[in-house]
């Protein structure tokens, strides 16, 4: 029974479905330059090759380094009674290092730094061959898939949204400004979601087959 119900042969491999709204579409070697949308929502499905690998490295290398301002600089400066306390994200995971808090500092660092860093190092190695015109390198499949389960736990984004609700409860007890790194944040939310839109999975995994 399952033979006489089953559609016409499609291998997986060739089946493109659109992040948006699950449209399955057969995917197609496009000519170099052109690009493809989803026929319902029109997302964008697959991107021309090179140009947009180079674009993903390119934002990934931005990314890192907004981390590094983001994690080290003062986040935001705390005034009430004429004392002043200024914070970074690293300072505070630190205070928090020791004692019962410790693993959640652990949970809240690797959601919004290790996590998005290893992302950024991950799409990096996949493509910077590709880019280049060169064979994967080894265990680049491995490290992709690795990179896109990590996708939901990276949280960056999630941790700017609570962070502006809890300013606006502290406003009312202190004053509050905000520092260098939390407008580094919201660069990098920026830059990760540009690079997100240049990612066309289909296209990555084809060519580190093909290659
Ligand atoms: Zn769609």
Same mark, same amino acid.
């Given at each position: 029974?399952? *033979?006489?119900?089953?559609? $016409?042969?499609?291998?997986?491999? *060739?089946? !493109?479905?659109?992040? %948006? ?5 057969? $995917? ?14 029109? #997302?964008?499905?697959? +991107? ?30 705390? /005034?009430?009674?004429?004392? #002043? ?5 690293? @300072?505070?995971?630190?205070?928090? /290092?020791? @004692? =019962? ?5 652990? $949970?809240?660092?690797?959601m919004i730094?290790? !996590? ?9 190695? #996949? ?9 994967? =390198? ?10 896109? *389960?990590? %996708?939901?736990w990276a949280m960056a984004?999630i941790f700017?949204? @609570? #962070?502006? +609700?809890?300013? +606006? ?5 202190? %004053? ?7 407008? $580094? ?16 999975? =289909?296209?990555? =995994? ?6």
């Open positions: 029974m399952a *033979e006489t119900s089953a559609p $016409a042969k499609l291998d997986p491999a *060739e089946l !493109i479905a659109c992040p %948006q709204c699950d449209a399955l579409h057969r $995917a197609e070697h496009l000519p170099e330059g052109t690009r493809a949308r989803c026929v319902r929502c029109k #997302t964008l499905l697959i +991107v021309p090759r090179e140009r947009s690998f180079l674009h993903v490295i390119a934002l990934s290398f931005t990314g890192m380094i907004l981390m590094i301002g983001a994690i080290f600089f003062p986040f935001l400066e705390i /005034s009430a009674r004429g004392l #002043t306390h200024e914070s970074s994200i690293f @300072g505070v995971a630190m205070a928090f /290092s020791d @004692g =019962w808090l410790a693993p959640l500092a652990f $949970a809240v660092l690797s730094v290790a !996590i998005p860093v290893f992302r950024f190092l991950a799409l990096i190695y #996949t493509l910077w061959p590709l880019a280049n015109g060169q064979p994967a =390198w080894p265990h680049a499949a491995l490290i992709f898939r690795l990179a896109e *389960e990590a %996708q939901p984004e700017i949204i @609570g #962070t502006a +609700v809890a300013l +606006v409860k502290i406003a009312g007890l202190a %004053q509050v400004s905000l520092g260098p790194a939390f407008w $580094a944040f919201c660069v990098l939310i920026i830059v990760t979601t540009l690079k997100n839109s240049f990612v066309s999975k =289909w296209v990555i =995994w084809d060519e580190i087959e093909q290659k």
